[in-house]
């Protein structure tokens, strides 16, 4: 198969420049100004952008929390992925406690096989890790997972100690895995859930007045504060607050390496959605909660600044039906909200459009740090002779109204958008998977089971 993409303006995390791409099978081969080749198809891209496909580093597919399961599966979550421009996904096995990490590992890989219409990795959710297990990372680094993820938040279910915490951490540090943080004081904040509800509190807007900022920024700080002695590689999942960036910063500035990430979601929509009448807030219960605008005009500035590297979804979707498990309770809302197919464009028209985010910056919150941290570069996050043939053919001109209803911009198997009536200039017409066109003109034309399981490599500070 051989695919030629003319005149489009090609925009990597460094470069900008209008060339033809020659692809060759899966990997683009040539780029150059009015090739003189021959293929099998040609695409036109002139007044297109075209940008590295889509990186999303935080998914939840098929996830089961308590008695649901996120919404989308493999197969209609990659798609809305794909139709959104996101063309890798990173997702997380969940190990039970008390059993064995690629016990999880084993079932995600039958969830995702044959069914995933995106490229995708898994980062390692774990629970607990006696003394004497430490050698289950190792293994997991061998398969191409060398990423685990830590909760401080959900005593009840994820939540490791600090001692598990240093112990896991020291064996990463080892083996070059990130280990990656939900940094939110769970101890202290379920004190303040039980006080909330004994005073009768039921409606979700509590949801988010007992998550304070504060304690999600103290997480952050013992997390950093481990991370520096045991030696670890740090990334802090879904950033929601200015009390988050601060020791964020400032590990950064002593030359830690940490990275940060955030979510549309943090810096598009804030508290007030939790005061909308009857049980609508419900749509927005997630964890972190929503924050302030300051929070979100901080985490603008820390994305233009460089302080964060990433934008993932942490896509985690519930229909209202299963939403409606909390009427009585905030406390037993499933926490999530969909948004694996908005990403791309939320941040091209209120990133690039308004100025807070450059062409090349875009490019490197939505991939190439991605790809990068997570050991996948160069093989994805940019455009490059030898590089994945992973492409966003971008209308810069073309506006659509996210919603629930519109077909265009809703794939996702989830009965509402936490978008519903943004609309947005700019948006991605045609995706190509590993030389593949897998979205025409805004149409899914890919197939489930197109896209593969990346192995990955450990973290290699060089690339960074
Ligand atoms: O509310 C959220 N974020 N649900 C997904 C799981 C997590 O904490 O990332
Ligand atoms: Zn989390
Ligand atoms: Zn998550």
Not at 120 to 128: A, E, Q, R, S, T
Not at 148 to 175: E, G, N, Q, S
Request: glycine share 8%; proline share 5%; hydrophobic share 40%.
């Amino acid at each position: 198969m051989s695919l030629l993409v003319r005149n489009g303006r090609i925009i990597t995390a460094a470069d900008d420049y209008v060339a033809d791409l020659y692809i060759h099978g899966e990997k683009v081969t040539l780029i150059g100004t009015k090739l003189d080749v021959e293929a099998e198809e040609v695409i036109d891209a002139s007044g297109k952008f075209v940008f590295p496909g889509g990186v999303d580093p935080h998914v939840h597919l098929d996830l089961p929390v308590g008695a649901v399961i996120s919404s989308d599966d493999y197969e209609t979550g990659t798609r809305a992925a794909a139709c959104g421009g996101t063309t890798t996904v990173l997702d997380f096995p969940t190990q039970e406690r008390g059993r064995s990490l690629f016990e999880a590992l084993e079932l995600w890989h039958q969830k995702a096989h044959g069914k995933a219409c995106v490229d995708y990795g898994f980062h390692m959710i774990v629970c607990d890790l006696p003394p004497g297990r430490e050698a289950e990372l190792d293994k997991l680094v061998e398969e191409g997972v060398p990423s685990i993820k830590l909760f401080t938040a959900y005593p009840d279910r994820l939540y490791v100690d600090d001692a598990t915490l240093y112990r896991v951490m020291r064996r990463a540090a080892d083996l070059g895995a990130v280990v990656m943080m939900h940094a939110e004081n769970g101890i202290v904040i379920d004190e303040i859930v039980r006080a909330a509800c004994a005073e009768g509190h039921t409606e979700p807007r509590w949801h988010a007045l007992t998550r304070p900022t504060l304690m999600e920024g103290e997480a952050v700080h013992r997390c950093v504060a481990i991370a520096r002695v045991a030696g670890a590689v740090l990334y802090v999942v879904h950033m929601s607050s200015a009390a988050a960036l601060e020791p964020l910063r400032a590990a950064r500035d002593r030359g830690q390496l940490v990275f940060g990430e955030t979510c549309p979601q943090y810096l598009l929509l804030d508290h007030s959605l939790y005061e909308k009448p009857g049980f609508e807030g419900a749509k927005w219960v997630m964890t972190p909660p929503l924050r302030s605008k300051s929070d979100q005009a901080e985490l603008w500035k820390a994305l233009h600044m460089g302080d964060l590297q990433t934008v993932g979804t942490d896509h985690c979707p519930f229909c209202m039906a299963d939403k409606e498990r909390g009427r009585d309770s905030f406390v037993k809302i499933p926490n999530g909200a969909p948004g694996i197919e908005n990403r791309m464009a939320l941040l091209f028209h209120a990133g690039v459009r308004t100025g807070a985010l450059t062409l090349n910056r875009f490019v490197q919150v939505t991939s190439t740090n991605a790809a990068k941290i997570f050991g996948l570069f160069p093989r994805k996050g940019t455009i490059a002779v030898g590089s994945d043939a992973d492409l966003v053919i971008f209308d810069p001109e073309r506006k659509e109204t996210i919603s629930v209803n519109n077909p265009r911009t809703h794939h996702m198997r989830v009965d509402y958008s936490a978008y519903e009536g943004f609309t947005v200039h700019g948006y991605p017409d045609t995706v190509v998977l590993r030389g593949q066109v897998i979205v025409r003109d805004g149409e899914f034309v890919g197939r489930p089971g197109c896209g593969q399981f990346l192995a990955r490599k450990p973290f290699e500070e060089a690339v960074i």
